[in-house]
């Protein structure tokens, strides 16, 4: 039964990282921070809901274009909101986000209104049975789909030419402005990135929780998790949303459900506390 209940965490997590890996890709890139990170999930879930739901096109083909909108979404709020405000203060671009993130949560509750609705999932929903534990379809599915990203995106930062030069930006922008990378592109391309994974979580976690105006809120858990694992440390992103989805799926196995979640954010302050740049931060050093 544990663990039955560590892999549904497991799944949890999955999606915490993704969220975790969308924040922390933009802050490597920018070093700003994008509070509408799930407002951005949520509007390509409305989005795909409306294609299948509404215009009567087929399930697959609705997903295909949420990912696709969510592209377009996070290219958009690159041009109109961030681009303009690059050179203001960091501050500046998290309200001018979290400003974007109330639009669109209330746009989003004027066209389709604050009801929940059923989100079909692009998994089976049978369980399975590996060794002594039993799984449900959509659990695997959401394991496999964030590995696979996962290792997509390793390969592409690790081995492209145009994941090389998206490092190169990361650490250093006038560096990559001498050698002849266009930074303004980088951006762009980072916020596409970052929008399609937000797509992507959408697609794995409505059809869980179902979808709602309310869905981006899980944004929050998105910013425990890259802290947890090291603020713009990538590898932490995807370990510090495992590790959140595990320990508020074990809690209640262990305590009552009302501590759910509770003990993973104490767990949280508790490692800042021992740790404060996470479990695989780094300190930032700056010569003065």
Not at 210 to 223: A, D, E, K, P
Request: positive net charge; aromatic residues 12%.
């Amino acid at each position: 039964m544990l663990l039955q209940v560590i892999v549904s965490g497991i799944a949890t997590g999955c999606i915490y990282s993704l969220m975790a890996l969308g924040l922390t890709l933009i802050y490597k890139s920018t070093g700003h921070v994008n509070f509408a990170q799930g407002e951005m999930s949520m509007l390509s879930g409305f989005v795909a809901f409306t294609m299948f739901h509404i215009l009567g096109f087929s399930v697959t083909f609705s997903l295909f274009i949420c990912l696709l909108s969510s592209i377009v979404i996070g290219l958009v709020m690159e041009r109109l909101l961030v681009r303009p405000a690059i050179r203001a203060p960091h501050f500046n671009v998290f309200i001018i986000t979290l400003g974007a993130s109330i639009v669109m949560q209330s746009g989003a509750g004027l066209i389709w209104t604050h009801d929940q609705f059923l989100f079909p999932s692009a998994f089976p929903s049978e369980t399975f049975s590996l060794g002594f534990v039993r799984v449900n379809g959509i659990s695997l599915g959401i394991i496999a789909t964030t590995g696979v990203l996962m290792l997509v995106l390793y390969f592409f930062f690790k081995y492209s030419k145009t994941g090389t030069a998206m490092r190169a930006v990361s650490e250093s922008q006038n560096a990559a402005l001498l050698m002849g990378i266009s930074v303004k592109r980088s951006f762009a391309l980072t916020w596409a990135i970052s929008g399609f994974i937000s797509g992507v979580g959408a697609v794995l976690i409505a059809p869980v929780i179902f979808l709602s105006t309310r869905m981006g809120l899980v944004v929050i858990n998105g910013f425990a998790a890259a802290i947890l694992g090291g603020w713009g440390s990538i590898p932490g992103a995807v370990l510090g949303g495992i590790m959140l989805g595990i320990l508020e799926n074990v809690a209640p196995y262990y305590f009552p459900s009302q501590i759910r979640n509770i003990i993973p954010f104490a767990v949280l302050v508790g490692v800042l506390i021992i740790k404060p740049t996470g479990i695989m931060g780094e300190e930032e050093k700056r010569r003065v």
